[in-house]
């Protein structure tokens, strides 16, 4: 049974930049939050989606946007990139209201 | 918002135990705890639920006090695999399924 996957692992982008991360959920799971986690702090929600339509969504600003496929897996799009925006971009996936949220290995995104 | 942890970093022998709390300002539904070594992604660890539902490993366990918005994790004879930062995400109500993380606890075990 694979976890939850994203790719790709790493990634280096100059400032202005656009960037696309991918997840993929748990077998059997239908919902997908996206974190971003800067270095030596916890993860800060972004957003997350639940039957292909954003549910929720943090403090986070429109440069962020993302999608969910409808085999439930979810790419988190960030434009114009600033150098704040270096971080490690967690995916977690849950079944609706089963609480638990399982995090993908998560993509570093350096950006120069 | 941001829920506060103590202590911030923890230093144990293997068999000693440890206690981590996390406090928030807010009124919670919910409160879970995942570990995190360096380099990886957070794991699910346990969940408690208003009402006194709980959820998780079977070797840890935690407590949560509704009324202080307040949930402690009890780490006991404790293991070199447990050391990593530890972190508690709360949810502060049953319609957001939205995790804030709080501050973070480093603990190191040595043997």
């Known amino acids: 049974d694979a976890g939850v996957t994203q790719s790709p692992t790493h990634l280096i982008k100059t400032r202005g930049q656009q960037v696309t991360l991918r997840c993929s959920p748990k077998?059997?799971?239908?919902?997908v939050s996206w974190y971003q986690q800067a270095l030596g702090q916890g993860p800060q929600f972004i957003f997350q989606?639940?039957?292909?339509?954003?549910?929720q969504r943090g403090n986070f600003p429109d440069r962020f946007s993302g999608h969910q496929f409808p085999n439930y897996s979810s790419e988190l799009n960030v434009n114009a990139l600033l150098l704040g925006d270096s971080a490690l971009y967690l995916c977690?996936?849950?079944?609706?209201?089963?609480?638990?949220?399982?995090f993908g290995p998560g993509t570093r995104l350096t950006v120069t | 918002q941001q829920p506060v942890q103590s202590p911030q970093a923890v230093i144990l022998r293997e068999g000693e135990d440890a206690v981590i709390n996390c406090s928030s300002s807010?009124?919670?539904?919910?409160v879970h705890w995942y570990r995190q070594k360096h380099g990886e992604a957070p794991v699910f660890l346990m969940i408690?639920?208003?009402?006194?539902e709980q959820k998780g490993h079977e070797k840890i366990s935690a407590s949560f006090n509704e009324k202080k918005q307040q949930s402690s994790l009890y780490l006991t004879a404790s293991q070199l695999s447990y050391s990593g930062t530890y972190f508690c995400g709360t949810e502060i109500s049953d319609n957001t399924d939205k995790l804030i993380f709080g501050t973070g606890t480093r603990l190191q075990v040595f043997p």
């Open positions: 807010k009124a919670l539904y919910s």
């Open positions: 989606y639940y039957e292909e339509e954003e549910r």
């Open positions: 077998s059997g799971h239908d919902t």
């Open positions: 408690l639920l208003k009402g006194g």
């Open positions: 977690a996936s849950s079944s609706f209201r089963d609480y638990e949220q399982y």
